[in-house]
């Protein structure tokens, strides 16, 4: 069965800081898809990153940068330089060949940044 | 591109009556669509899997006379939470995606429900 776990409830910085934000899954397949978003207070959900099983390289964009590892069943979540605006909940989520691709989310990471 | 609505963005309805949520896709086909719901500080949990033309396909747990789903079109998929009690009070959010592409999901939105 998938499952993915995010352990961080919420995690609190101070600007400048950088934050990692862990992510463990489990699946049976060997075909499937993680992701990233990020969900501000309105709630819309702000898609941040897709990364398939087969592609294990790491992922630069700007401040964010993701570290895949199959070997630890991780997909970890780096803010570098954290900023106030990047106050909001990150959730990770995985989606299986099996079953459709239907997307399973973890419990999510409340990230508060302090200026 | 891949742009997903949902109407309405809140809805305020009396306990017992039905309120309808629809999940539009703006600018392309959705072959598929899902639904999830949202409780307060709690994760996205996924309701059900539609699929245009055919019946939805619920998860453990979800009342499928209590939630109707309709995906009578390429466009557009409703969520109908029948005899709405304050417990059906959420944030209930809409996806959709392309044929053959079911990984690559394009969120609604979403619509908050409160129900009196």
């Known amino acids: 069965a998938q499952k993915v776990t995010q352990a961080q409830t919420e995690i609190s910085v101070v600007e400048k800081e950088d934050v990692t934000l862990d992510c463990v899954y489990e699946?049976?397949?060997?075909?499937?898809?993680l992701f990233w978003y990020k969900q501000p207070p309105s709630g819309e959900l702000v898609f941040l990153i897709r990364?398939?099983?087969?592609?294990?390289q790491n992922e630069i964009s700007g401040r964010y940068s993701w570290n895949f590892q199959k070997s630890t069943s991780s997909f970890n979540f780096t803010i570098t330089a954290s900023q106030v605006v990047d106050s909001a909940v990150y959730f990770c989520a995985l989606s299986e060949d099996t079953g459709g691709f239907k997307t399973i989310f973890g419990a999510g990471t409340r990230l508060f940044v302090k200026a | 591109g891949a742009v997903v609505s949902q109407h309405p963005s809140r809805v305020i309805c009396k306990s017992g009556t039905s309120v309808k949520i629809e999940c539009r896709s703006l600018?392309?086909?959705?072959?598929?669509m899902f639904w999830y719901r949202q409780f307060p500080k709690q994760s996205l949990m996924l309701m059900a899997t539609?699929?245009?033309?055919?019946?939805?396909?619920?998860e453990q747990g979800v009342e499928k006379d209590k939630f109707l789903i309709n995906h009578a079109s390429l466009t557009l998929s409703t969520l109908t939470v029948t005899s709405a009690h304050p417990e059906d009070s959420s944030f209930y959010i809409c996806?959709?995606?392309?044929?053959?592409?079911?990984?690559?999901?394009?969120f609604g939105p979403g619509t908050r429900l409160t129900v009196t």
């Open positions: 990364r398939n099983s087969f592609d294990e």
């Open positions: 539609s699929n245009e033309g055919s019946k939805a396909t619920y």
């Open positions: 996806s959709a995606s392309l044929e053959g592409l079911s990984y690559e999901q394009y």
């Open positions: 600018d392309f086909q959705a072959t598929t």
């Open positions: 699946t049976r397949d060997t075909t499937y898809y």
